[in-house]
């Protein structure tokens, strides 16, 4: 089985604008798909610098001189490259998704398919599961977590169905929190709101909206003049972010401007947004919510 299909590869590394003697960073490297097209146009100087907290994806490290996998998480972007003595480099590339392997890989919950304990951490040595977000949280905590990251109108009820429900027993696998919401899940959107509920729980799991403001935060710093980012986002909430950050330098509200209503931002955007041909999406279904955002470093 394949780890993972790289959604949007030629899109996303054309994106970069490679130098062949240029330092590049893959923050997302899961099954390397992104990396390997990085390295076939990098020449014999050129260097890439990946990072995934996941431990599975060192099963998939490339035996290339030019390229070091980090097995941290890309919140600590700027301290990683600093070690090994890097202050700036020419394109940082991101996909935010989850890996078709994570989401393959029963045992590691992120899956609606398969009846599995409540895990969903990325990096397994976190201390905080599903588990924990499902049965310790207190009800306001569950509700903010299911309206603000599932979007979901009924996270009211649903957070006071599972403080409920948790009294007589914990809600200790994907097939309990079905059980125990099954009366949100009507037959013709089971998956959407199933699929929306777990996106909320994962994204509060692995903290990924604070991860990516993190992220983004440290471009500026670590990008030389010209260097370029190239984001794929799938979700409205991590898009709007990217599209904000690149636009105004801020993740809300508008940038100061001067007496004659200009404003400076450290990135300009390069095209419009890019997202996946039918032929892809009919390849790889994973891809059909997949939105490609480019930028320059001025």
Not at 157 to 180: C, G, Y
């Amino acid at each position: 089985m394949e780890y993972h299909n790289a959604v949007l590869l030629k899109e996303t590394v054309d994106g970069l604008s490679i130098k062949p003697d240029g330092i590049y960073v893959d923050v997302t490297f899961g099954g390397g798909g992104h990396s390997r097209a990085i390295l076939s146009r990098l020449g014999p100087n050129g260097k890439l610098y990946a990072f995934d907290q996941d431990k599975d994806a060192l099963a998939n490290t490339i035996e290339d001189d030019r390229f070091v996998l980090i097995n941290e998480n890309f919140r600590y972007i700027k301290r990683f490259l600093r070690f090994y003595g890097v202050k700036a480099v020419d394109g940082v590339l991101a996909d935010f998704g989850v890996s078709s392997h994570q989401f393959d890989v029963a045992e590691r919950g992120f899956s609606t398919r398969f009846e599995a304990k409540l895990d969903m951490r990325m990096n397994q040595d976190s201390k905080l599961s599903a588990f924990e977000v499902v049965n310790e949280y207190e009800e306001e905590q569950l509700r903010a977590v299911l309206l603000q990251y599932g979007e979901l109108r009924q996270a009211p009820a649903m957070a006071r169905v599972i403080v409920s429900e948790r009294k007589t027993q914990p809600i200790e696998t994907s097939e309990q929190l079905k059980e125990v919401l099954k009366r949100f899940l009507n037959h013709r959107k089971e998956n959407k709101v199933l699929a929306q509920i777990y996106q909320a729980i994962r994204i509060e799991v692995n903290q990924e909206i604070e991860v990516l403001k993190e992220l983004l935060l440290q471009i500026p710093e670590i990008l030389e003049v010209g260097g370029r980012l190239s984001f794929i986002s799938y979700h409205s909430l991590e898009d709007r972010l990217v599209k904000r950050f690149i636009r105004n330098g801020l993740f809300e509200g508008e940038p100061e401007r001067d007496v004659f209503g200009n404003f400076e931002v450290p990135l300009k955007k390069v095209g419009g947004l890019i997202v996946p041909s039918e032929s892809e999406i009919k390849m790889n279904n994973r891809a059909r919510s997949a939105k490609l955002r480019i930028a320059e470093k001025v």
